[in-house]
């Protein structure tokens, strides 16, 4: 059994994990430890793991940090992005620690919090308390679970009621190591009752060995907050990256999210959004763009528990070669969530024969008083366009490089940091190139 050397290894080292982490943390391991023995990691049997089997990355020999040591690396050294414009509140995670010599964390708006798990449960006991595990349900999830048992530390945003943090904040998770390594990463965002923020997470690895990454993303929306919530994976082909994101949103919150994926080895990303409050708002946008043999899974469950709500899904593949994509989207509607609008979009981009892309868009309604859609496409390059650009002396490559580009456009237009759209952008169009992609002058990207 996959799972019995992790439970040796939790069994075994419990208190040394314990002693060095923190205790709100430690207070969920025990519980998570058990629904792991009884649920295990997923695999293709579950219908909504039927095309990623994510328990065979499992099966390697993979060093865990249990005494949480600092990983030796400086990212202001490695990490050297210059981004035209985009400036940003800059923080770091390397594997699953923060790094603590942090020189920009003043700054910020009076009460706002930036920066590791460990220093906010000093400052904000009770907060930490109250938010921590209690979107991320382990109980039906295996990852969430193994996360929960062995995270070690992880990052905060903490905004108060009424406050707005003009800057975005960045958040690099970077993976450093001389071994394959089992990562377990925490982020918990809290945006109290009318307060706004916007966040960036990119992803990079320095190192050539296996990473297999759990991240475990909450995302708490008060009463009128307002939190844009982007992430972009740049990751190397050896990595497996499981993230789970879950989502409470209050009375007339606005919670938009992206996730885009322009190099990574094997990307399962879970989202699950829950509509409490009347007039809330989500928006859920998706973008992969995968060559060689990448693999990226998007499974999104959108709960609206309440009337007055509406939400907004769109994820795109660009896939090549060998790649593979998979979506399922779910959006529930339940019995008392009259007057929803809950609209869901997926559409692919298959360009070589090789390729494959596997989608399930689902509806579940029990309410009668709805406005509920969900659109599905797949297919190739449009004959017609091509014609017409190579007609007015485009190159074949050229046009369907034009087109490709083209076709990510609506995605990218759900983000609300105008650099940021503007760089991803020029990325994109890298990315559809071949070229290497680097953030500026980043010393990770070379």
């Known amino acids: 059994m996959i799972e019995q050397q992790y439970i040796d290894l939790f ?37 909504e793991y039927k095309h990623s089997d994510v328990s065979q990355a499992f099966k390697s020999d993979l060093g865990l940090n249990v005494l949480n040591l600092p990983i030796p690396v400086n990212p202001y050294d490695t990490f050297k992005c210059d981004v035209p414009n985009l400036e940003t509140n800059l923080h770091f995670v390397t594997n699953d620690r923060y790094y603590d010599n942090n020189n920009q964390v003043e700054g910020l708006p009076k009460g706002v919090y930036a920066g590791g798990m460990r220093e906010f449960e000093k400052q904000y006991p009770a907060v930490f308390k109250e938010h921590y595990g209690n979107a991320a349900d382990y109980s039906d999830s295996g990852l969430v679970a193994y996360n929960t048992m062995f ?36 982020i918990l965002i ?21 990473f297999v990454v759990t991240q475990v993303t909450e995302i708490f929306a008060a009463r009128d907050a307002q939190l844009d919530f982007y992430e972009l994976e740049e990751n190397s082909e050896k990595v497996t990256r499981l993230s789970s994101l879950f989502t409470a949103q209050q009375t007339n919150s606005n919670v938009v999210t992206s996730a885009i994926t322009l190099h990574n080895g094997y990307t399962r990303n879970n989202f699950s959004f829950r509509l409490l409050g009347e007039h809330a708002h989500a928006t859920i946008g998706g973008l992969s763009i995968n060559d060689k043999e990448q693999h990226v899974d998007n499974y ?11 939400s907004n899904e769109l994820f795109k593949y660009v896939l090549k070669e060998r790649a593979t994509g998979v979506f399922c989207g779910k959006i529930l509607v339940e019995k008392d969530a009259q007057k929803t609008l809950a609209y869901q979009t997926n559409r692919n981009l298959i360009v070589s024969p090789d390729a494959k892309m596997f989608a399930k868009p689902q509806l579940e309604i029990y309410a009668d ?15 017609e366009a091509m014609f017409y650009l190579q007609a007015r002396g485009i190159s074949k ?15 990218l237009d759900l983000i609300n940091i105008e650099t940021l759209k503007e760089r991803l952008e020029y990325l994109i169009d890298k990315r559809f190139r071949g070229e290497l992609m680097r953030c500026g002058n980043c010393a990770v990207c070379k």
């Open 190 to 210: 809290i945006i109290e009752q009318g307060a706004k923020a916007k966040v960036l997470v990119c992803d990079h690895t320095i190192d050539d060995v296996e």
């Open 397 to 411: 490559n050229e046009a369907q490089m034009l087109l490709m580009v083209a076709f990510t456009k609506d995605v």
């Open 369 to 383: 008083d709805v406005k509920c859609s969900h659109g599905l496409t797949t297919g190739h390059l449009d004959d």
């Open 300 to 310: 999104a469950f959108l709960d609206h528990l309440v009337p007055n709500c509406t």
């Open 11 to 47: 069994q075994q080292y419990r208190t040394e994990i314990d002693d060095n982490s923190i205790e709100t943390l430690n207070e969920q391991r025990a519980a998570a430890f058990e629904a792991f023995q009884k649920i295990g990691f997923p695999t293709s049997k579950i219908e």
């Open 151 to 186: 995270a070690p530390d992880g990052f905060v945003l903490y905004v108060p009621k009424g406050v707005i943090v003009e800057k975005p904040i960045q958040l690099i998770n970077l993976l450093s190591g001389g071994v394959d390594s089992s990562v377990n990463r925490r």
